[in-house]
């Protein structure tokens, strides 16, 4: 999109300033993300068109977002920290409202937190133990959050829906791939039972239901010059579910010592050293409140949501590439593929991993 139409949907916003600039920001797989340099100058702010094809309510994911960070700053207060550094402050239209809808597109805004930093990869235990305690921080802060949480993408981590999307995919073969897969399907089906039986505890409470992230890769968390964890960014996705989803998907990329989507599978395996920092990190914040069923199956949700994601992307190459993002055609192809060499690596190293967290 032009710049011209972008200040055009910026100037909705409720900015101190008019908007002299906008830039493009970062890589999401999901939404498109600008920086807006207001005429003012004094602050900076995050402009995000929601994909709403993926969020087919924007509205009510904004709901969850707004009260979620009004839970999240009271208790910063609280502590006397600092809420515009430590919290999300979304910015509402001049209206009030909290999106801006274009008449195709939903647009929202949050302020910019100066000096953050994100990071790639972990690539010191140190970081990868902030993390931990980021993200334990972050689930504490909202245990006593009451309210319903509208569930903004249906059944994201459970994988019973999954399989009903995966069986229907490979069904319809959109994209005639499905033939040339046998091996990778074969990955999917022979852990079905397994990955299955790990969320009928989540269905008949076992593991209770939490406010979750859900998405807390390690460039979802702003740290601080010093490395200390600023907040937890990209709340699209915070829902009612297991907590392990943040630990399992936060373990999918910390410890990964390759790349996502990384064509050398030499490179992927799980480290372990990092597993074990940020696992410390996070048993800091989280070990007084979690149940003993959490606990045993903490280990286990890193094998559950790397595999869930190796279906996902397997699931999106024979849908025909269409909830991605790519940037090659095989894209999505070699991201399962080096997510199911991940899943090797942690499945070889279960027990060590297990031991750590009990
Ligand atoms: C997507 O929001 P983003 O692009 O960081 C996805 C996650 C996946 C991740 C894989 C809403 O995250 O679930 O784990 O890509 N988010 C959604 O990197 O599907
Ligand atoms: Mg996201």
Not at 76 to 105: F, M, Q, S
Request: net charge negative.
């Amino acid at each position: 999109m032009g710049q011209n139409n972008l200040i055009a949907i910026a100037e909705n916003f409720a900015f101190e300033g008019g908007v002299s600039k906008i830039k493009p920001l970062g890589e999401g797989f999901i939404n498109d993300t600008y920086i807006v340099t207001t005429e003012a100058g004094t602050k900076e702010y995050i402009l995000q068109r929601k994909n709403h094809y993926i969020f087919k309510d924007v509205p009510a994911m904004m709901d969850n977002i707004a009260r979620v960070t009004a839970h999240l700053r009271g208790k910063v207060e609280a502590l006397g920290g600092d809420p515009e550094r430590e919290v999300i402050t979304l910015i509402p239209t001049r209206e009030g409202a909290l999106y801006h809808y274009d008449g195709e597109n939903y647009w929202a805004a949050m302020l910019l937190i100066e000096g953050a930093v994100t990071h790639a990869v972990a690539d010191t235990p140190h970081l990868a133990y902030m993390g931990g305690r980021g993200i334990g921080r972050f689930q504490a802060m909202l245990a006593d959050f009451e309210e319903p949480l509208a569930e903004v993408i249906k059944g994201f981590h459970n994988i019973r829906w999954r399989f009903e999307q995966w069986d229907k995919a490979l069904s319809e073969d959109k994209a005639g791939r499905k033939a040339s897969l046998s091996t990778e399907i074969e990955w999917i089906e022979s852990r079905r039972e397994k990955m299955l039986g790990f969320w009928a505890m989540v269905e008949d409470g076992r593991l209770p239901r939490r406010v979750t992230h859900n998405d807390t890769k390690l460039s979802n968390i702003l740290f601080d010059k010093a490395g200390e964890v600023l907040c937890v960014i990209d709340l699209d996705t915070v829902m009612l579910s297991t907590s392990l989803n943040d630990f399992g998907d936060a373990i999918r990329s910390y410890t990964n010592t390759g790349a996502e989507d990384d064509t050398n599978l030499e490179n992927v395996s799980m480290s372990m050293e990092l597993f074990r920092s940020y696992a410390e990190g996070y048993l800091a914040e989280r070990s007084a409140t979690l149940t003993a069923t959490e606990r045993e199956w903490l280990a286990f949700s890193a094998l559950y949501i790397t595999y869930e994601q190796v279906l996902r992307f397997l699931m999106d190459y024979i849908d025909g590439d269409t909830y991605y993002k790519i940037a090659y055609p095989e894209h999505n192809l070699v991201r399962a593929r080096a997510q199911y060499k991940l899943l090797q690596s942690m499945e070889e190293q279960y027990p060590q991993m297990r031991d750590i967290c009990l």
